[in-house]
Nanobody, 121 residues
Framework: QVQLVESGGGLVQPGGSLRLSCAAS????????MGWYRQAPGKERELVAT???????NYADSVKGRFTISRDNAKNTMYLQMNSLKPEDTAVYYC???????????????WGQGTLVTVSS
């Protein structure tokens, strides 16, 4: 059993900051590209940022300069530092791993259950 568990969501005022974490657990050998996605009410899920196992990053234009994605491969954990938050950042944030390589040599794509971020005064 492999799972991704997000944490760190909550209510924050416009202009504030939050740090999301995504921890992978299970019989993991290695993890490929990881990413954060979000889904606002009534909208489709969209990419926020991705990071490869070597640390190369990619961001949606809407969050460039405000959000920073990072990962700690030794801890199988990914982070999203969100600064200068805006009301339009309100969404459920999901973490994803496109390939989790297990010790059994299987590879799986895995999604977390999501964590709610609400930006409001």
């Amino acid at each position: 059993q492999v799972q991704l568990v997000e944490s760190g969501g909550g209510l924050v005022q416009p202009g504030g900051s939050l740090r999301l974490s995504c921890a992978a657990s299970g019989s993991i050998f290695s993890i490929g590209t990881m990413g954060w996605y979000r889904q606002a009410p009534g909208k489709e899920r969209e990419l926020v940022a991705t990071i490869t196992s070597r640390g190369s990053t990619n961001y949606a234009d809407s969050v460039k300069g405000r959000f920073t994605i990072s990962r700690d491969n030794a801890k199988n954990t990914m982070y999203l530092q969100m600064n200068s938050l805006k009301p339009e950042d309100t969404a459920v944030y999901y973490c994803n791993a496109d390939r989790i390589y297990l010790t059994t040599l299987r590879a799986l794509e895995v999604w977390g259950q999501g964590t709610l971020v609400t930006v409001s005064s």
